[in-house]
């Protein structure tokens, strides 16, 4: 059987941030396809243009230009299309307010970005222990 | 209150929420590039492969300590600048069981034996259980981890009065040199150099502040076995001073 590899969307404006989820993904050996925005405003514009097969899942950074990731979960939440996708926060933010903010929008899962790549790659390695799940 | 008073006051509260704002915004947005520092240092490491000069992967290791000092330090001024802003509930404790959840949550136990003692009417108390929690868990840590002897004794005694509680944390450590004594509660002072023992220099700073919120008061004195003596006393009541 083949499997089938869920799309990945990354929401972050960091290239470092970004490079380094590449990273994390080539270290787990993680195959998905996966797709960069640099803020919520593109991420809604490739979701909505289908620019992009519609992906599974959505990791999202909280502290953004433009619109920030709890105003970005604001909006799909309300969109017919879009309100289904899982969506991974994972920032540097350990302040209460974001957290409860994102789990009132029904995240499945909060990562805090850990300082070392090490500790990062495992991080990575749970998502992916998640993420293969809907692909069974 | 005359109305100059009144004005004085409330530039002082504009002033006190300008400064936590600044240092809340300042650490979170110089986290970044100081993890692209960790991070880029890993990938370079990586990218030499596995025949690494030594002397490379040594000042890689070092780099990536001192990295992640910097990120105790911001933390640190990020909790600080938070300690009247967050974990403000008041709730039901029991003080015993609190000392065990504190000695429960420290790092390093091995060879540790703990000594308590309470002289309570009730065990139970409301007050702000987290702030309580931490002030007594910052005494346990420092009293374990600058400990220089075999066997380390910490003694936990626990009284009350009618408007306190007394804490009194004390060790058969090292204790405090007396020329430095007044340094101990500024920020990121450390004893011994940071090479010597890794520690950021906060938990006492910021217990301290934590108690002078509160209304209560830290002391410190040496101790007859040359250790240390930490004297808290903790109001009853509290009512928060900003």
Not at chain 1, 41 to 50: G, H, K, Q, T
Not at chain 1, 79 to 84: C, G, I, M, S, Y
Not at chain 2, 52 to 65: A, H, M, Q, Y
Request: charged letters at 25%.
């Amino acid at each position: 059987m083949i499997q089938k590899l869920v799309n990945i969307l990354l929401v972050e404006d960091d290239e470092v941030d970004v490079m380094n989820v590449k990273r994390a993904f080539t270290k787990n050996n993680i195959k998905n396809e996966l797709f960069v925005a640099g803020n919520g405003v593109e991420a809604l514009d490739m979701l909505r243009s289908s620019i992009i097969p519609l992906p599974r899942i959505i990791i999202l950074d909280i502290n953004m230009p433009k619109m920030n990731g709890i105003e970005f979960l604001k909006i799909i939440r309300e969109d017919e299309n879009l309100k289904n996708i899982s969506v991974f926060v994972m920032t540097t933010s350990n302040e209460d307010s974001d957290k409860i903010n994102a789990y009132n929008l029904n995240v499945a899962g909060y990562i805090l970005k850990p300082l070392s790549f090490e500790k990062f790659i495992n991080s990575v390695a749970t998502l992916k222990n998640f993420w293969s799940l809907c692909e069974m | 209150m005359t109305e100059s008073a009144q004005k004085c006051q409330e530039e002082l509260s504009a002033l006190k929420k300008e400064y936590e704002d600044f240092v809340y915004i300042v650490s979170h947005d110089i986290k970044t590039p100081m993890r692209a520092i960790a991070n880029i240092a890993t990938w370079i490491e990586d990218d030499l492969g596995p025949d690494i000069n030594i002397d490379i992967l040594n000042n890689f290791s070092l780099l990536k300590n001192r990295v992640a000092r910097l990120e105790n330090m911001l933390n640190a001024l990020l909790e600080l600048s938070r300690i009247n802003r967050t974990e403000m509930e008041e709730y039901e404790v029991n003080i015993p069981k609190l000392v065990k959840e504190c000695m429960a949550t420290l790092d390093n136990k091995t060879n540790v034996k703990f000594h308590e003692n309470y002289n309570l009417y009730n065990e139970n108390c409301i007050t702000l259980g987290k702030k309580l929690n931490k002030v007594i868990f910052n005494l346990l840590d420092n009293a374990v981890r600058f400990h220089d002897k075999q066997i380390k004794n910490v003694f936990i005694d626990i009284s009350e009065n009618e408007t306190e509680y007394q804490i009194k944390i004390s060790d058969d450590g090292p204790g405090i040199a007396e020329e430095v004594r007044q340094k101990i509660f500024s920020i990121f002072y450390t004893v011994n150099s940071k090479d010597v023992l890794d520690s950021t220099g906060a938990g006492l700073t910021i217990s301290s502040k934590i108690v002078a919120m509160v209304g209560g008061a830290i002391q410190y004195t040496p101790s007859v076995n040359n250790g240390s003596i930490f004297q808290i006393n903790w109001p009853k009541i509290i009512s928060v001073k900003n």
